[in-house]
């Protein structure tokens, strides 16, 4: 079986901060062409804070994945930002990597909100946050339904940089007061056709009420079937970051 990524060690070359890495073993299994066919990118490249390209480099990300090499850059400048990408090519971290880059740990804030649809998905988000971030002295919180909200209200009295959940208790929390959204700069959705589906716009409508209105949103998913076209229409008073919004389409995924 094909497996996406590999890692590899830092070479003899690195500078002394990468001799210290603690990088995990080499895998050599055979990598796909929609995770290899790169422009060459480095991580190193991308202007990205020291301790997050240590937590990325202990992670064994040797460079920038196709999705990561094209989105990183561009969410960098604050841009807008639609892809597609399918999963297991690097998705989760071509948006994690330019959020916790934005995050000032000295402001006790939430500054990046990340929805998924799923309690899963967003564990696993979470954890992401966590491996990359575990330099910067970040501080994550993952919120879902089915849960005690009694817990994630305590959780909240306490500093979270980064915050990542379903809608529907992200949604209580911030008109509870209890989440402040409100110096939030970062917006993303993954699995994004999941959440403009008309199950979740109305919560997704009420949501982007609490940030500040030059909020940046990123909205990745393996497949937008249409579903830009919906969201215009079905959101245009929380939308008007859609008229600047940076089209990367993946074609090449074939998600
Ligand atoms: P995802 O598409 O986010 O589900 O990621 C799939 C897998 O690829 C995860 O196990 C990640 O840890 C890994 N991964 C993400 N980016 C890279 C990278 N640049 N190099 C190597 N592995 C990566």
Request: glycine content about 6%; overall charge neutral; proline content about 7%.
């Given at each position: 079986?094909?497996?996406?990524?590999?890692?590899?060690?830092?070479?003899?070359?690195d500078?002394?901060?990468?001799?210290?890495?603690?990088?995990?073993?080499?895998?050599?299994?055979?990598?796909?062409?929609?995770?290899?066919?790169?422009?060459?990118?480095?991580?190193?490249?991308?202007?990205?804070?020291?301790?997050?390209?240590?937590?990325?480099?202990?992670?064994?990300?040797?460079?920038?994945?196709?999705?990561?090499?094209?989105?990183?850059?561009?969410?960098?400048?604050?841009?807008?930002?639609?892809?597609?990408?399918?999963?297991?090519?690097?998705?989760?971290?071509?948006?994690?990597?330019?959020?916790?880059?934005?995050i000032?740990?000295?402001?006790n804030k939430?500054?990046?909100?990340?929805?998924?649809?799923?309690?899963?998905?967003?564990?696993?988000?979470?954890?992401?946050?966590?491996?990359?971030?575990?330099?910067?002295?970040?501080?994550?919180?993952?919120?879902?339904?089915?849960t005690?909200?009694?817990?994630?209200?305590?959780?909240?009295?306490?500093?979270?940089?980064?915050?990542?959940g379903?809608?529907?208790?992200?949604?209580?929390?911030?008109?509870?007061?209890?989440?402040?959204?409100?110096?939030?700069?970062?917006f993303?959705?993954?699995?994004?056709?999941?959440?403009?589906?008309?199950e979740?716009?109305?919560?997704?409508?009420?949501?982007?009420?609490?940030l500040?209105t030059?909020?940046?949103?990123?909205?990745?998913?393996?497949?937008?079937?249409?579903?830009?076209?919906?969201?215009?229409?079905?959101?245009?008073?929380?939308?008007?970051?859609?008229?600047?919004?940076?089209f990367?389409?993946?074609?090449?995924?074939?998600?």
């Amino acid at each position: 079986m094909q497996m996406p990524f590999h890692s590899s060690s830092a070479t003899p070359n690195d500078p002394s901060w990468r001799t210290g890495l603690r990088l995990p073993p080499k895998d050599l299994r055979p990598q796909t062409e929609d995770v290899t066919k790169t422009k060459g990118t480095e991580f190193e490249d991308m202007f990205l804070r020291r301790e997050l390209l240590m937590g990325i480099f202990e992670e064994g990300y040797e460079r920038p994945s196709p999705i990561q090499e094209e989105a990183i850059p561009v969410a960098l400048t604050k841009r807008d930002i639609l892809a597609r990408a399918k999963n297991g090519t690097g998705k989760t971290a071509a948006f994690v990597i330019p959020s916790l880059q934005q995050i000032d740990v000295g402001k006790n804030k939430i500054q990046a909100l990340l929805l998924v649809p799923t309690r899963e998905l967003a564990l696993q988000t979470s954890q992401v946050c966590k491996k990359l971030g575990k330099h910067m002295g970040i501080q994550v919180m993952v919120t879902t339904g089915g849960t005690t909200l009694k817990d994630d209200i305590m959780r909240l009295q306490e500093t979270v940089h980064v915050l990542v959940g379903t809608p529907g208790r992200i949604l209580d929390l911030a008109g509870k007061k209890v989440a402040d959204l409100s110096e939030c700069p970062v917006f993303v959705m993954d699995e994004a056709d999941k959440l403009l589906s008309p199950e979740f716009t109305p919560v997704m409508e009420q949501l982007l009420s609490f940030l500040p209105t030059d909020r940046q949103v990123m909205l990745f998913s393996a497949t937008f079937p249409m579903i830009v076209k919906d969201f215009k229409v079905s959101l245009p008073r929380a939308l008007p970051l859609l008229s600047v919004l940076t089209f990367l389409l993946f074609c090449r995924t074939n998600a």
